[in-house]
């Protein structure tokens, strides 16, 4: 569904990725691990189009998107939820969503929003609430939930476990999971709770100084104390 060829990109003349080539197949759950700094915000940044593209391409559904607007990405099914379950605190959770889905007829829009509540019942309960008053589980919920509203077919994620306990971290995989199976969303997911991902991916690449340093099934290494340690150092 997403192929990402020979990419390369940075900031201003700081070049952070090499040569990456990545894949996310269609209706599987693919991760991206490695150390802070690595570049794996940057790899999903570009792909979505937040910054762009110095060499190679992004290809998706067979088209090549390479430097392609947010807007455009996001009417074509993508979606993508960044690092710090960033939410409008001053807004209700409804707002928040409302946000998510504006360009929705108000009927796609009342049906989207009660498959969110259908997958967040507490998000329900809570929706008249200011969203600066959620814990930082429930905020990330509402972020993912923001993004799923426009029904999107590829869902970029960008480390949703950041701050959360174990407890929701599990929470938050089986989410993932569950969004993966029942709605058959292609996942593309940047996460640093190693073992907790290489539970519900089908593939994993790790990322090291801005190239790609594994690319495999996640049961190769999921085991293997020392490779997992080596794509860390
Ligand atoms: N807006 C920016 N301007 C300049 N340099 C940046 C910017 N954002 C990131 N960088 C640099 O690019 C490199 C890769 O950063 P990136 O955020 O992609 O890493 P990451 O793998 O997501 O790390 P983390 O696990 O800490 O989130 C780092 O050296 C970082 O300092
Ligand atoms: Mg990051």
Not at 15 to 38: C, H, M, R, W, Y
Not at 89 to 97: F, H, S, Y
Not at 207 to 230: C, Q, V
Request: glycine share 8%; aromatic share 8%; hydrophobic share 40%.
């Amino acid at each position: 569904m997403l192929k990402v060829e020979r990419l390369e990109t940075g900031y201003g003349k700081k070049q952070v990725l090499f040569d990456i080539d990545l894949e996310a197949a269609e209706g599987k759950i693919t991760a991206i691990i490695g150390p802070n700094g690595s570049g794996k915000s940057t790899a999903l940044k570009s792909i979505f189009g937040l910054i762009s593209v110095w060499k190679g391409a992004v290809n998706y559904k067979n088209k090549d998107i390479t430097n392609r607007s947010t807007q455009a990405n996001v009417k074509d099914g993508i979606a993508f939820v960044p690092q710090g379950n960033r939410v409008f605190d001053e807004m209700t959770v409804l707002e928040n969503l409302e946000i998510g889905g504006f360009h929705l007829p108000k009927k796609s829009f009342q049906t989207e929003l009660n498959k969110i509540w259908e997958l967040f019942p507490e998000l329900e309960k809570r929706k008249k609430q200011n969203s600066g008053k959620l814990s930082g589980g429930e905020k990330q919920m509402l972020a993912l939930g923001r993004a799923l509203i426009n029904s999107p077919r590829l869902l970029l994620m960008d480390e949703p476990s950041l701050g959360l306990s174990p407890k929701l971290v599990t929470f938050i995989m089986n989410y993932i999971r569950k969004i993966n199976h029942e709605f058959g969303v292609t996942v593309l997911i940047v996460e640093q709770k190693v073992r907790e991902v290489l539970e519900v991916c089908h593939h994993v690449y790790s990322i090291k100084l801005g190239k790609i340093a594994y690319s495999g099934k996640p049961e190769i290494i999921k085991d293997d104390k020392d490779k997992l340690r080596e794509l860390f150092l």
